[in-house]
């Protein structure tokens, strides 16, 4: 069975601040590239988001092998997120988990898939990573554009479907295409 390769990256312009974040999905010969952003958001926010997005496109089952530049996505996932299941999503201190709705959808969006984390060293030269190092930083520009600004179309092809893209346009729909991408 073809597997998945996912390189995904989050960025932040100021933390909080505007934030973007960028997947590259290589499924056999395949390339689907997706970004998106926030205008108030945080770093881990967006490394989270950027994985959540990546594995929420693929269209079916699929073993997968997601490369991260965030220890802190790759150490929740591997590491934290089975104690803090555990403990009712709280942490050792019994405090409550940030970003868990965040957590609770990438466990969601992990579930009908094998994934295989690995880390890759940030800003280092390797090109899924700067490639998704590129595309977070277009979704913090395209998140802070003037009204009237042009979000990207996603459309859904190869096994692979689009993230759901912010509101733009002025329709006020929920997840709804921009009205440019007929």
């Known amino acids: 069975m073809t597997e998945a390769v996912i390189y995904t990256d989050g960025a932040c312009?100021?933390?909080?601040?505007p934030g973007g974040w960028g997947a590259v999905l290589r499924y056999g010969s395949v390339v689907k590239e997706l970004h998106g952003g926030e205008r108030s958001t945080t770093n881990n926010r967006?490394?989270?988001?950027?994985?959540i997005s990546a594995l929420e496109a693929l269209t079916r089952p699929v073993?997968?092998?997601l490369y991260t530049d965030s220890k802190y996505v790759l150490d929740g996932i591997t590491k934290w997120v089975p104690g803090w299941q555990r403990n009712g999503w709280q942490t050792a201190a019994k405090k409550p988990v940030k970003n868990v709705e965040l957590w609770q959808r990438l466990v969601a969006a992990m579930?009908?898939?094998?994934v295989s984390w690995h880390w890759?060293?940030?800003h280092n030269g390797d090109p899924g990573?700067?490639?998704a190092d590129e595309l977070a930083r277009l979704g913090i520009t395209e998140t802070v554009l003037p009204a009237g600004g042009r979000p990207p179309c996603t459309p859904d092809h190869g096994g692979l479907r689009a993230a759901p893209v912010a509101p733009c346009g002025g329709d006020g729909a929920k997840?709804?295409?921009?009205?440019?991408?007929?």
């Open 175 to 182: 997840n709804a295409p921009p009205p440019h991408c007929g």
């Open 120 to 122: 890759v060293k940030g």
């Open 63 to 65: 073993p997968v092998q």
């Open 111 to 114: 579930a009908p898939h094998e």
């Open 129 to 131: 990573n700067e490639r």
């Open 13 to 17: 312009s100021g933390n909080p601040g």
């Open 46 to 51: 967006m490394e989270l988001l950027a994985a």
